[in-house]
């Protein structure tokens, strides 16, 4: 198996064993084959949550076998690196598990990067090939936080393709967390970014682009913040989850013919103006999380509106589910099924790019480097 992924390439490895569906002129080249999979694999998963905000979730190999089965051919796979603490002073013997449930503090969970390493390494090779494992348990307000990234990488070998997904604004949540508050402009996250570039981690960064109930008319809070941070770091890849959208974050209302129209643009306008930016040729945005699917086909415009620019744009989204400890096949499809709408309207090539070949471009480039990352610097 390994001589025939360095001869054909990872992804068309990959696809030829488990998405045989998707490209059957690929598959078809190939003999002899293995059997052909009884349904098509609808998309790679680029935004999933193995474990919740108390660290408990699926087992990673009933993840690959029963929850992705033959309809998700690859996934990321990460826990969440905040922990919710039970604190029996605020909410006495109910135990939370989200972080809505409580007041008490978040605090960063490091051991959720060895939990996730560890189910890695208990798979089977043909397991392991589906799979991206991420590195999300470091502070990133924190000087040291890249030592722990490098650390992880020592210590696990041949595991983990990324870093995320991480977090630096998020509604509701960067207030909880215990220590100092996670920003755009700490030099803390400009060595992560830096050490992710040198390495070749794909990185998966969760920043609202706004504050929560942000007033009508004015630029997104952090949209300069995060454009500049982008900018910085030009040799990493970098992408930006749920294209910089929360729960209540929600995609700015442009009035065409106001004059508020010339300082607010739409939401798509921004992003249009990122992805046409050649300073930005390094950033993507996951479409991931329902709350965005609910936007994305929220009106008839907005569902011609995001298919148009998915169609215009193919090569810099990826889907992804945002799923968080899913208990079966069906939770993990909701997502992918909340697009139908606009999965219809677009182009047979923009759909394949979306829904998989990016994430093949962007994981496996990530992966050829990461590996020869540490063969040069893993003794
Ligand atoms: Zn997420």
């Given at each position: 198996m390994l001589e025939?992924?360095?001869?054909q390439?990872l992804?068309?490895?990959?696809m030829s064993?488990?998405?045989?569906a998707?490209?059957?002129?690929?598959?078809?080249?190939?003999?002899?084959?293995?059997?052909a999979?009884a349904t098509?694999?609808?998309?790679?998963d680029?935004?999933?949550?193995?474990?919740?905000?108390v660290q408990?979730?699926?087992?990673?190999?009933?993840?690959?076998?029963?929850?992705?089965?033959d309809?998700?051919c690859?996934?990321?796979?990460?826990g969440?690196?905040?922990?919710?603490?039970?604190?029996?002073?605020?909410?006495?013997?109910?135990?939370p598990?989200?972080?809505?449930?409580?007041?008490?503090?978040?605090?960063y969970?490091?051991?959720?990067?060895?939990?996730?390493a560890?189910?890695?390494?208990?798979?089977?090779?043909?397991?392991?090939q589906?799979l991206?494992?991420m590195?999300?348990?470091?502070?990133?307000?924190?000087?040291?936080?890249?030592?722990?990234?490098?650390r992880?990488l020592?210590?696990?070998?041949?595991?983990?393709?990324?870093i995320?997904e991480f977090?630096?604004?998020?509604e509701?949540?960067?207030?909880?967390?215990?220590?100092?508050?996670?920003?755009l402009?700490?030099?803390?996250?400009?060595r992560?970014?830096d050490f992710?570039?040198?390495?070749?981690?794909?990185?998966?960064?969760?920043?609202?682009?706004?504050?929560?109930?942000?007033k009508?008319?004015?630029?997104?809070v952090?949209?300069?913040?995060m454009?500049?941070?982008l900018r910085r770091?030009?040799?990493?890849?970098?992408?930006?989850?749920?294209?910089?959208?929360?729960?209540?974050?929600?995609?700015?209302?442009?009035?065409?013919?106001?004059?508020?129209?010339e300082?607010?643009?739409?939401?798509?306008?921004?992003?249009e103006a990122?992805v046409?930016?050649?300073?930005?040729?390094?950033?993507?945005f996951?479409?991931?999380?329902?709350e965005?699917?609910?936007?994305?086909?929220?009106?008839?415009?907005?569902?011609?509106?995001?298919?148009?620019?998915?169609?215009?744009?193919?090569?810099?989204?990826l889907?992804?589910?945002?799923?968080?400890?899913?208990a079966?096949?069906?939770?993990?499809l909701?997502?992918?099924?909340m697009?139908?709408?606009?999965?219809?309207?677009?182009?047979?090539?923009?759909?394949?790019?979306v829904?998989?070949g990016n994430y093949e471009?962007?994981?496996?480039?990530?992966?050829v480097r990461?590996?020869?990352?540490?063969?040069?610097?893993?003794?």
């Amino acid at each position: 198996m390994l001589e025939r992924i360095k001869r054909q390439g990872l992804a068309v490895a990959i696809m030829s064993v488990v998405c045989a569906a998707v490209i059957p002129s690929v598959a078809l080249a190939r003999k002899p084959q293995p059997p052909a999979p009884a349904t098509s694999c609808l998309f790679h998963d680029a935004h999933f949550h193995l474990t919740n905000y108390v660290q408990k979730g699926t087992d990673m190999g009933k993840y690959v076998d029963e929850i992705m089965g033959d309809k998700v051919c690859r996934s990321t796979v990460f826990g969440i690196p905040l922990q919710q603490t039970w604190s029996y002073g605020n909410s006495g013997d109910f135990a939370p598990t989200y972080y809505l449930q409580s007041d008490a503090p978040l605090y960063y969970y490091s051991f959720t990067d060895a939990w996730i390493a560890s189910q890695y390494l208990k798979l089977k090779p043909e397991q392991r090939q589906r799979l991206d494992p991420m590195i999300t348990g470091f502070n990133p307000a924190d000087m040291y936080a890249v030592d722990h990234i490098r650390r992880v990488l020592e210590t696990y070998p041949g595991v983990f393709t990324g870093i995320g997904e991480f977090t630096i604004h998020k509604e509701f949540v960067s207030a909880k967390i215990a220590g100092e508050i996670a920003s755009l402009t700490n030099p803390a996250l400009d060595r992560i970014l830096d050490f992710a570039g040198e390495v070749g981690l794909a990185v998966i960064l969760h920043s609202d682009i706004d504050m929560p109930f942000a007033k009508a008319g004015a630029e997104p809070v952090f949209l300069k913040q995060m454009k500049d941070l982008l900018r910085r770091h030009p040799q990493t890849t970098i992408i930006w989850a749920h294209l910089g959208l929360g729960r209540v974050v929600h995609p700015v209302q442009g009035q065409a013919t106001s004059d508020a129209a010339e300082r607010n643009p739409a939401y798509r306008e921004l992003v249009e103006a990122m992805v046409n930016d050649p300073t930005l040729s390094h950033v993507y945005f996951d479409i991931s999380w329902d709350e965005v699917a609910k936007y994305a086909v929220s009106s008839p415009e907005s569902i011609e509106n995001t298919a148009a620019m998915l169609n215009k744009y193919p090569e810099r989204f990826l889907f992804g589910t945002d799923n968080v400890a899913p208990a079966d096949q069906t939770a993990q499809l909701r997502v992918y099924d909340m697009w139908a709408p606009i999965w219809s309207r677009l182009t047979p090539e923009a759909s394949l790019k979306v829904r998989t070949g990016n994430y093949e471009r962007v994981f496996d480039a990530a992966r050829v480097r990461v590996r020869a990352w540490e063969k040069a610097n893993v003794k």
